[in-house]
């Protein structure tokens, strides 16, 4: 994904895996709109967004909103993936897709905790989100089907944690906003999958020459139940 802006400040955002150049372009004076070199557009209704009554929408907004600020009742224990060296997990992330494409193996190895991955149990809680890696971590919690991190907004509820079944944050939108969402999240699920439908030979070739680094990656890695003073 990559933003471009316009001499009129007109800004662009692009993605590049989309073989039809879809992208989003919003203008000082015109309506935001998802469109592709195939005709396709979509455009967000911003009439209609600005008749809506937000103090309103706000008030249900705050409810859910708060309602991810958690902290575990269970004594299950916690998964907690860290992030590269220097980094936390969601900047790790969020690095791997700056580019116009994606490196498989270091998907793969943010996904498992770059080597490593901790299980917190009840009695260290407190200490592990007390330290730098703690509050870094993608926070797994199981008995509570939710994911997350350390947000550290409410003192008794440090932890933002999203429920599996929600798919991501489930906060209410006016009609236009919710349709403009769902149209972005089934285009970009479509370009993912013709993205690998369309490379299966240059991926499955890419991770035959990253094999032996990979294997080496799986042989290294690791679980670890988290103590106070681990590094």
């Not at 967004?49 to 103090?55: G, P």
């Not at 897709?97 to 901790?118: C, P, R, S, T, W």
């Not at 932890?159 to 403009?180: A, H, Q, S, T």
């Amino acid at each position: 994904m990559r933003v471009k802006e316009g001499n009129d400040g007109s800004q662009y955002v692009i993605f590049p895996m989309d073989r039809k150049g879809f992208k989003i372009s919003i203008h000082p004076l015109a309506d935001p709109h998802m469109k592709d070199a195939s005709g396709y557009l979509k455009r967000l209704d911003l009439r209609t967004l600005r008749s809506v009554d937000w103090e309103k929408e706000s008030k249900s907004f705050q409810t859910i909103w708060d309602s991810l600020f958690y902290w575990p009742s269970h004594r299950a224990d916690l998964i907690a993936i860290p992030g590269p060296p220097g980094k936390t997990w969601v900047e790790g992330f969020e690095s791997l897709f700056q580019g116009d494409e994606l490196d498989i193996f270091a998907y793969v190895k943010a996904i498992f905790g770059y080597g490593v991955i901790y299980k917190i149990g009840h009695q260290y809680r407190k200490a592990f989100f007390e330290t730098d890696i703690g509050r870094g971590c993608l926070i797994i919690d199981p008995r509570e089907r939710r994911f997350g991190f350390y947000a550290g907004k409410y003192p008794e509820r440090p932890l933002f944690g999203v429920r599996w079944e929600d798919g991501g944050i489930p906060l209410p939108m006016p009609r236009p906003l919710n349709e403009w969402k769902e149209t972005l999240d089934s285009r970009l699920e479509l370009v993912i999958e013709q993205y690998l439908d369309e490379h299966i030979e240059e991926i499955e070739a890419e991770l035959s020459e990253v094999f032996p680094g990979f294997q080496k990656f799986v042989d290294g890695f690791r679980i670890v139940r988290w103590r106070p003073n681990q590094i």
